[in-house]
């Protein structure tokens, strides 16, 4: 049974830093990627960064670029999301998933078919 955890959520002010981490069990590594999704209301979720599990090849939307960093542990089997320079745009539900389907690198919510619970970002001005 696949589990993935998220935790580190929180209130900060703007220009803070988070780290989301995102603890997971069950899986296989191999050909998986794992990827960080947000989500505020009325909108529909989408990709934060997304990381090849074992390679480290990743993507990160334009708007998170040079102030997130997607990163993979291994031995502990941890997906983190190390967010500085927060704003108050960067305020959603973070939500952690993996895809194991195709080994290929996905965007969308539909290439993923694990999740996690989310764990809130508030970021205030």
């Known amino acids: 049974q696949v589990q993935l955890v998220e935790s580190g959520g929180g209130f900060v002010e703007a220009g803070g830093s988070l780290r989301l981490s995102c603890a997971i069990s069950?899986?296989?590594?191999?050909?998986?990627?794992m990827g960080w999704f947000r989500q505020t209301p009325g909108k529909e979720r989408e990709i934060v960064a997304t990381i090849r599990w074992i390679g480290g090849s990743s993507y990160y939307r334009e708007a998170v670029k040079g102030r997130f960093t997607i990163s993979s542990d291994n031995a502990n089997s941890t997906l983190y999301l190390q967010m500085n320079a927060l704003k108050p745009q960067d305020t959603a539900v973070y939500y952690c998933?993996?895809?194991?389907?195709?080994?290929?690198?996905?965007?969308?919510?539909?290439?993923?078919?694990?999740w996690g619970q989310g764990t809130q970002v508030t970021v205030s001005s």
């Open positions: 069950g899986l296989t590594f191999s050909n998986c990627y």
């Open positions: 998933a993996a895809s194991t389907r195709t080994g290929l690198m996905a965007l969308r919510t539909s290439g993923y078919d694990y």
